[in-house]
């Protein structure tokens, strides 16, 4: 590839001490992990050498889930044709400064390692983080090239956006620069950010306010109470309709016994006192008079 040997054999021991921290989870460092990333294309292009055509960069068993291709062009076929990849789309009109006869693009897919890599402040990530980086072909070690866009912007495409379409709006596309700094971008529909750099971009939401702040409850809580207030209205109709019902039940229970008690008793006959008044009278005299001794002097 035109590098000196020493300097590769440096590399690939640095890389693979990359590796080792990256793999047992002592740490999650995305300028490791690019690193890591370049060494490995590196690997592909000294054995794939057809310009053009992307290969895919094969990974360690410890990072099962990232994806990384590469792709090797000149740049004039850069700037006339541009180059597309699964989701990054460079246009034409586009080239890397400084200038380089020969260069490569390397494209990662975290996948579900995104959220260990990268983190947005205030934020949540709804996709994955997408990124890609351009290189002078004949030395992936050395640092990575910036482009000089004169046309239109470079898109990117995301996977397994995992959001609702009422939260559209709240969607934020950003992108985190080698300084791990974050940049807001522009979004030109669902699921497609625009740049006119390298790195790496997500799609992002904010998260949401604690339940105290949300505007709903106070809604919610209104509407308990009119279903509250309902619900003991209900409930006092029916204690009063009760009460009345088993009022009217006990009165007429007892008027039955009262005529019960009239049928089963000794009807009187009646006589009149001067004209004008009605008194009872017994047809017979129950008890007989008796005295209480027989021999009366």
């Known amino acids: 590839m035109g590098s000196d040997t020493s300097r590769f054999i440096v590399f690939i021991v640095f890389s693979s001490l990359l590796s080792s921290v990256v793999g047992g ?41 990232m994806e990384v291709s590469v792709v090797r062009l000149r740049s004039g076929s850069l700037w006339g044709r541009g180059v597309e990849s699964e989701f990054v789309n460079i246009p034409p009109s586009v080239r890397t400064l400084p200038y380089v006869k020969r260069l490569a693009i390397v494209y990662d897919n975290l996948g579900n390692w995104s959220s260990k890599y990268y983190h947005v402040p205030g934020y949540s990530l709804v996709s994955p983080v997408i990124g890609f980086e351009v290189y002078n072909y ?62 790496h971009f997500c799609i ?18 209104w509407k308990w109470w009119v279903i509250g207030c309902g619900i003991g209205a209900v409930g006092l109709v029916v204690s009063v309709s009760a009460g009345v019902a088993v009022s009217r039940w006990w009165r007429k229970r007892k008027i ?17 006192v001067r004209g004008d008044h009605k008194m009872p009278r017994a047809p017979m005299i129950r008890t007989q008079p008796a005295l209480e001794h027989d021999y009366v002097p």
């Open 256 to 272: 039955k016994d009262m005529e019960k008690e009239s049928d089963s008793s000794v009807a009187l006959d009646t006589f009149w």
């Open 138 to 199: 004949t030395d992936l070690t050395v640092g990575n090239s910036s482009l000089s866009v004169t046309g239109e912007p470079i898109s990117i495409r995301f996977p397994y956006l995992e959001t609702e379409e009422k939260n559209v709006t709240r969607l934020k596309c950003v992108g985190f620069r080698d300084n791990m700094s974050v940049e807001f971008k522009n979004m030109t529909e669902r699921g497609v950010c625009v740049t006119e750099k390298a790195g």
């Open 25 to 65: 989870g002592s740490g999650y460092d995305p300028e490791a992990l690019n690193a890591l990333f370049r060494y490995y294309a590196n690997r592909t292009l000294a054995i794939r050498h057809r310009t053009g055509t992307s290969s895919r960069v094969a990974l360690p068993s410890n990072l099962s889930g």
């Open 204 to 221: 992002v939401v904010p998260f949401p306010p604690p339940p105290s702040s949300m505007p709903e409850k106070k809604g919610r809580d």
